[in-house]
C-alpha cells in the first residue's frame, strides 16, 4: 500500500469479498442475498462496491432514498435495486429507472399503483413492508385484508417480496421480542401468501439477524453493515474484517512549552514541554468534536497519540511526544491497528454512524490485489 499523501478512505475490496463470503456461508445456499449499500454504501464507495457485488453473484441491492437508487442505474448498475424509504412524489422516477419500491402504507401503495397504472405497468415488482414492532414503518398486521384487496385488485403491480425489519437483532437481551416479530412476520406472510396464491420473496433478516437468527433468513437475507466488516459483537467482529482504513498525514509539528495552549478555545493548556501534530481532517470530515479533548486517539508509526484540544473543521491536533515521527508522515485513525468499533465508542457513536459520517470531501481510494 502506498502511504497516504492527503486525508484518504482506503477502501478494501478482498475484504468486501470475505465478508460476502462469510456472510453468505451462515445460510442456505438458496437464500438469495441483497446487499444494503444505501448512505454511499455505509460511507465507502457504492459504485465499487456495487460492482464488486454484481461480480460476486450478489442477487439484489438496497438503498434507501430514489436518488441513490437513481445514481447506481447512471453509473450502469443493472441488479434489481429495491428502495426502502421511496415517497410517492418519486413514484414515477422509481419506475423510469426500473427501481423496486418499498412500499409501507396504504396511502404509499395506492399511490404507486395510480402511477405504475399511468405509465401502463403490469406486474411491476414491489416489495410490502410490514411493522412487526419497530414501529418507524411498514403495514400492520390488521391491515391484511386491505393489502389483500388492493394487492389482488390490480395487475398494474405485483409483491416481488413480503418484508420486516427486526429492532433488536444484535441485542440477546431482546432475544424473546425478536422471535416474537419473527413469529409475527410468519403469520403475516403465510395469510397473504394464501390470499394471493402466490408467494413472494420473504425477508426479515438484517446482519445481526443472519449471524443471530440464521433460522429465520427465509427466502432472502439483507446485509449491510456485515459487509463493510462490523459484526455488531466482538467476536462477530473478529471474523470480519473492516473494508474502510481512514488514514491522513502530519502537516506540522508544534514544541510547546509548559502553559501553551492548543487550539481554539485554548482547550489544551500543556502541563510540560509538548510535541503536537495537526492533521488535515476535522469536523467536516466526520470526526466529530466528540473525539476531542483526549478522547480519543489516532496511530503514528504504530504508537497511539491523543486527540488534544476541540476538533475543528477541518484540522485537528495530537500530542506525539515521545513518538518517532515527521512531518508528512502517515496516521491511521480507523482501521488496521484501530478498529472502527473502539473508536466510534471514544466518540459515543457505534460503526454505522462514524462510517457513514465520513464526508464526501475524503478521497476514496480502491484498494484490491
Ligand atoms: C439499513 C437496513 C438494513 C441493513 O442493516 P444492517 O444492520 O446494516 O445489516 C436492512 N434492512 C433495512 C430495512 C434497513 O433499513
Known amino acids: 500500500m502506498p502511504k497516504a ?3 484518504v478512505l482506503e477502501i478494501d475490496l478482498n475484504a468486501l469479498e470475505h465478508n460476502y463470503r462469510y456472510l453468505r456461508s451462515k445460510v442456505d445456499q438458496t437464500v438469495k ?20 457485488l454484481t461480480g460476486l453473484g450478489v442477487d439484489y441491492l438496497a438503498v434507501a432514498y430514489t436518488s441513490e437508487g437513481v445514481s447506481l442505474r447512471k453509473a450502469g448498475i443493472e441488479l434489481p435495486i429495491m428502495v426502502l424509504h421511496p415517497q410517492s412524489y ?3 422516477e422509481i419506475i423510469n429507472n426500473c ?10 401503495l395506492k399511490e404507486f399503483i395510480a402511477t405504475a397504472k399511468k405509465l401502463k405497468q403490469k406486474h411491476y415488482p414491489v416489495h410490502i413492508k410490514f411493522n412487526t414492532g419497530l414501529n418507524r414503518l411498514g403495514f400492520s398486521e390488521k391491515e391484511t385484508g386491505t393489502l389483500k384487496e388492493l394487492l389482488t385488485g390490480t395487475d398494474a403491480v405485483k409483491a416481488a417480496s413480503f418484508f420486516s425489519h427486526l429492532a433488536a437483532s444484535e441485542d440477546w437481551k431482546e432475544r424473546e421480542f425478536t422471535l416474537e416479530q419473527i413469529y409475527t412476520f410468519k403469520r403475516i406472510a ?9 408467494r413472494p420473496l420473504l ?10 437468527y440464521p433460522e429465520a433468513a427465509f427466502d432472502m437475507v439483507r446485509t449491510g453493515i456485515g459487509l463493510y466488516g462490523f459484526g455488531n459483537e466482538q467476536q462477530e467482529d473478529q471474523r470480519l474484517q473492516p473494508i474502510g482504513t481512514l488514514k491522513t498525514i502530519i502537516s506540522q509539528i508544534h514544541e510547546l512549552q509548559k502553559g501553551d495552549s492548543v487550539g481554539y478555545n485554548r482547550a489544551f493548556i500543556a502541563s510540560k514541554p509538548t510535541k503536537t501534530a495537526t492533521l488535515p481532517i476535522g469536523h467536516a470530515d466526520g470526526i466529530n468534536r466528540q473525539y476531542g479533548n483526549g478522547r480519543a486517539g489516532v496511530i503514528v508509526n504504530g504508537n497511539y497519540a491523543p486527540i488534544i484540544g476541540n ?5 485537528l491536533m495530537i500530542d506525539i511526544t515521545g513518538i518517532e515521527c515527521e512531518e508528512g508522515d502517515e496516521v491511521i485513525i480507523f482501521g488496521g491497528p484501530q478498529h472502527a468499533t ?11 454512524e462514524l462510517i457513514t459520517g465520513i464526508s464526501q470531501r475524503v478521497k476514496r481510494v480502491i484498494v484490491e490485489k
Do not use: W
Request: aromatic share 12%; net charge negative.
Open 5 to 7: 499523501r492527503e486525508t
Open 203 to 212: 425477508h426479515i433478516c438484517n446482519t445481526s439477524g443472519i449471524l443471530n
Open 311 to 315: 476538533v475543528c473543521m477541518d484540522m
Open 90 to 92: 418519486n413514484f414515477e
Open 190 to 198: 403465510s395469510q397473504l401468501v394464501d390470499a394471493l396464491g402466490y
Open 99 to 108: 427501481l423496486e419500491p418499498s412500499l409501507y402504507s396504504e396511502f404509499v
Open 342 to 352: 473502539a473508536f466510534a465508542e471514544k466518540g459515543n457513536t457505534i460503526s454505522y
Open 33 to 52: 442475498m441483497m446487499a444494503v449499500v444505501k448512505a454511499f454504501g455505509y460511507g465507502s464507495d457504492v459504485v465499487a462496491i456495487a460492482k464488486k
